[in-house]
């Protein structure tokens, strides 16, 4: 079992009240900030933008790969949204701008067998999503938050946006889509991490002996 997962073996306080009107929009367990905590493992890769590239491959037609300039005169979307990591922040109202996952599928010639998709990113992460989940109105490969490029810290020069699952699915710096026939865990969801990951659901952990404390999060770096 990963370390992480480990050191989440331990017991919590209680949790700040939250106000009644955004009460329903707060998963159970989550502490609203305004900070925006920046959580990966390993290190802030760099990169040339002009040597950058996304690549399709697994179940699909033929492989392909997409640079930056390729994406970026695809329609663009802006979303407004909730986002909930597992280490209990939520942040409310993040706006975030890209390209939506369902309009790229076109262009990317999965085959009618390809349900699950693995998302891989720098350095060495991955993870896993059902094909379904990201055809959502917004779920986006984001290039932008708040109206400016995002930061290295943040995923720059891109990442997915999958605001209604725990952010950890969210990947920074992502690099390849892989079609999949069968789901296969990835990174966290090897480690510890539930397969789905619904914040609404609590989907913290793949097993119940898991507890993730309070104050894991103001522990970590923020902008
Ligand atoms: N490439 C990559 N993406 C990643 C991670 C990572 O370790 N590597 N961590 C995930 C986790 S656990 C979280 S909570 C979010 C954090 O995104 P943020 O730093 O922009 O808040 O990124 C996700 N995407
Ligand atoms: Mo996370």
């Known amino acids: 079992m ?8 331990k017991v919590s306080p209680k949790l700040p009240a939250v106000p009644a009107e955004i009460a329903h929009r707060v998963p159970p367990g989550q502490t609203v900030t305004e ?3 920046i959580l990966h493992e390993g290190d802030v890769p760099e990169y040339e933008l002009s040597t950058w590239s996304l690549r399709v491959f697994g179940e699909v037609e033929r492989e392909r790969s997409f640079t930056f300039e390729e994406l970026s005169k695809l329609p663009q979307t802006k979303i407004l949204r909730d986002i909930h990591c ?26 009618p067998e390809a349900r699950y998709v693995m998302i891989h990113a720098d350095e060495d992460y991955e993870t896993n999503l059902p ?31 999958v605001p209604h699952l725990y952010f950890w699915k969210s990947a920074k710096w992502i690099r390849g889509i892989e079609f999949m026939k069968e789901d296969r865990p990835g990174f966290w ?11 609404f659901k609590e989907e913290r952990f793949s097993s119940e002996e898991f507890i993730m404390p309070e104050d894991e999060w103001l522990k970590k770096e923020f902008d």
């Open 189 to 199: 969801e090897r480690n510890g991490f539930h397969n789905y990951a619904d914040p």
């Open 131 to 161: 094909l379904e989940d990201l055809l959502r109105e917004d779920v986006i490969l984001a290039h932008s938050y708040d109206g400016e490029p995002l930061t290295d810290k943040h995923g720059w020069p891109l990442r997915l946006i």
């Open 2 to 9: 990963h370390n992480k997962a480990e050191r989440l073996k």
């Open 35 to 37: 900070r925006f905590p």
């Open 86 to 111: 597992v280490t209990r922040w939520t942040k409310l109202d993040t706006e975030w701008e890209g390209v939506k996952f369902a309009d790229l599928l076109p262009l990317l010639g999965a085959k």
